[in-house]
């Protein structure tokens, strides 16, 4: 074990044990990202592939630039708003159930989402149409997988996250109509099952860490037991996706075309070690060979895919996006986007005005709890856990899910204020 991997296994077992202070918030931002990213790096020190190589300094410091200023634009409304005291956890559910009864009308959001389930399907049911299968039946699953999907139709499809999502909040803040109740979770049901077959991971894992935040700050249902038996769940779902997605004895392969260093008896380490490490990896090999930048067009991608010049703005410039890879790895950690666009000052800028927001969003959430003060803490969660693979935010799947998210809460589930004695009734019914 090298000193950096030593460090971060103490920094890890530290927020650790800050769990065990009485009224201490597991999901925090200092203690979500500061353990995501201790774990990253110590990982990424121990080496323990051919791919691997050592970091330079140069590489070291983008590496930390990106968290550190990450870090302090968390601080920053901490200390602004130092004398604010924030809500106990309990008390956060509490006046968010009771903000989420009185600013969410059940019915507009029951037919919500029925009408977002039946434009998914009509969606899905055209791409399967025009591509004539699947991946998960097609004979090569991992090239359909990839090119799978038609622009205009696909998205619609992606939004398979807000629709999941809003079962989520349905299922915990809405009234306990038994009829409506089941008709949702079979909109879950049949959704979850048909976007399976894409075998496409990242809506999963999206939704997942979204459910997490609401349910967590929403609920009184987060316990250790119930982590462990949805983390064991969607870890079983992802297996069953990898396995499909590369071939039978997928341990040894991976372990092989991995260039592992360890003994092929701990080939089952290979896939979760190579997941964490190689992010970072191919931003510390790629910012020290980088001569040149592209001012936007990774950062904003979204927008340039939504305008439909994506592609061609691409091949007519020849943009390399996956520069300088040495493997079948080809994710990045947040700060490439950021360096590959604007250089070290992006990094620092962009890290610092996420940290922000993550900030501003939590502590909005500690004092002021509702629906979308609980919406924007869980997205910054989702951010913060993923930050080491990618920066979500310049995804157009990503950004459209949040867009429509926001949209439907604004125009269309959003109720009219109760009267005094209708506000009297509906406190003594529930």
Same mark, same amino acid.
């Given at each position: 074990?090298?000193?950096?991997?030593?460090?971060?296994?103490?920094?890890?077992?530290?927020?650790?044990?800050?769990?065990?202070?009485?009224?201490?918030?597991?999901?925090?931002?200092?203690?979500?990202?500061?353990?995501?990213?201790?774990?990253?790096?110590?990982?990424?020190?121990?080496?323990?592939?051919?791919?691997?190589?050592?970091?330079?300094?140069?590489?070291?410091?983008?590496?930390?630039?990106?968290?550190?200023?990450?870090?302090?634009?968390?601080?920053?409304?901490?200390?602004?708003?130092?004398?604010?005291?924030?809500?106990?956890?309990?008390?956060?559910?509490?006046?968010?159930?009771?903000?989420?009864?009185?600013?969410?009308?059940?019915?507009?959001?029951?037919?919500?989402?029925?009408?977002?389930?039946?434009?998914?399907?009509?969606?899905?049911?055209?791409?399967?149409?025009?591509?004539?299968?699947?991946?998960?039946?097609?004979?090569?699953?991992?090239?359909?997988?990839?090119?799978?999907?038609?622009?205009?139709?696909?998205?619609?499809?992606?939004?398979?996250?807000?629709?999941?999502?809003?079962?989520?909040?349905?299922?915990?803040?809405?009234?306990?109509?038994?009829?409506?109740?089941?008709?949702?979770?079979?909109?879950?049901?049949?959704?979850?099952?048909?976007?399976?077959?894409?075998?496409?991971?990242?809506?999963?894992?999206?939704?997942?860490? *979204? &459910? #997490? %935040? !609401?349910?967590?700050?929403? +609920?009184?249902?987060?316990?250790?037991?119930?982590?462990?038996?949805?983390? =064991?769940?969607?870890?079983?779902?992802?297996?069953?996706?990898?396995?499909?997605?590369?071939?039978?004895?997928?341990?040894?392969?991976?372990?092989?075309?991995?260039?592992?260093?360890?003994?092929?008896?701990?080939?089952?380490?290979?896939?979760?070690?190579?997941?964490?490490?190689?992010?970072?990896?191919?931003?510390?090999?790629?910012?020290?060979?980088?001569?040149?930048?592209?001012?936007?067009?990774?950062?904003?991608?979204?927008?340039?895919?939504?305008?439909?010049?994506?592609?061609?703005?691409?091949?007519?410039?020849?943009?390399?996006?996956?520069?300088?890879?040495?493997?079948?790895?080809?994710?990045?950690?947040?700060?490439?986007?950021?360096?590959?666009?604007?250089?070290?000052?992006?990094?620092?800028?962009?890290? *610092? &005005? #996420? %940290? !922000?927001?993550?900030?501003? +969003?939590?502590?909005?959430?500690?004092?002021?709890?509702?629906?979308?003060? =609980?919406?924007?803490?869980?997205?910054?969660?989702?951010?913060?856990?993923?930050?080491?693979?990618?920066?979500?935010?310049?995804?157009?799947?990503?950004?459209?899910?949040?867009?429509?998210?926001?949209?439907?809460?604004?125009?269309?589930?959003?109720?009219?204020?109760?009267?005094?004695?209708?506000?009297?009734?509906?406190?003594?019914?529930?």
């Amino acid at each position: 074990m090298t000193a950096v991997s030593a460090f971060c296994g103490i920094v890890i077992l530290m927020i650790a044990a800050s769990w065990l202070r009485k009224g201490a918030d597991p999901l925090s931002p200092g203690r979500v990202f500061g353990i995501i990213w201790a774990l990253s790096i110590g990982l990424a020190d121990l080496k323990l592939s051919v791919f691997q190589h050592e970091w330079t300094f140069y590489g070291w410091s983008i590496i930390l630039l990106g968290v550190g200023t990450f870090l302090v634009g968390v601080f920053i409304p901490h200390v602004y708003f130092l004398s604010t005291p924030l809500l106990s956890i309990s008390e956060v559910r509490t006046r968010l159930q009771d903000a989420a009864r009185r600013t969410v009308d059940p019915d507009r959001l029951y037919w919500t989402i029925l009408v977002l389930f039946g434009a998914y399907l009509l969606a899905y049911l055209a791409e399967v149409a025009l591509e004539g299968a699947v991946p998960l039946f097609a004979p090569n699953p991992e090239r359909l997988r990839v090119r799978f999907g038609f622009f205009g139709l696909h998205l619609v499809v992606t939004s398979m996250l807000t629709i999941l999502i809003f079962v989520v909040e349905y299922m915990l803040f809405m009234p306990r109509d038994r009829a409506k109740r089941a008709v949702v979770m079979g909109v879950f049901i049949v959704t979850s099952a048909t976007f399976l077959l894409l075998l496409q991971r990242y809506s999963f894992a999206f939704w997942g860490l *979204l &459910a #997490l %935040g !609401l349910t967590y700050y929403g +609920s009184q249902k987060i316990r250790l037991r119930t982590v462990l038996i949805a983390g =064991a769940i969607m870890g079983a779902i992802f297996v069953a996706i990898q396995n499909v997605r590369t071939a039978l004895y997928v341990e040894q392969y991976l372990y092989a075309i991995s260039k592992m260093k360890f003994s092929r008896e701990y080939a089952v380490f290979t896939e979760p070690y190579m997941y964490f490490v190689m992010n970072l990896e191919n931003v510390a090999r790629s910012v020290e060979r980088l001569d040149h930048f592209y001012y936007g067009y990774f950062t904003f991608d979204w927008i340039v895919a939504l305008t439909g010049l994506k592609h061609w703005i691409g091949e007519y410039f020849a943009i390399d996006r996956l520069p300088f890879m040495n493997s079948a790895y080809n994710t990045y950690a947040f700060q490439w986007w950021a360096y590959y666009d604007f250089g070290s000052v992006g990094v620092a800028l962009i890290a *610092l &005005a #996420l %940290g !922000l927001m993550v900030g501003f +969003s939590y502590h909005a959430l500690r004092t002021r709890p509702n629906v979308w003060t =609980a919406y924007l803490y869980a997205i910054g969660l989702t951010f913060m856990v993923t930050s080491f693979r990618e920066n979500m935010f310049t995804r157009l799947d990503a950004v459209w899910n949040l867009a429509l998210m926001w949209f439907v809460h604004r125009f269309i589930v959003g109720r009219e204020p109760d009267s005094p004695a209708a506000e009297a009734q509906r406190q003594r019914s529930a």
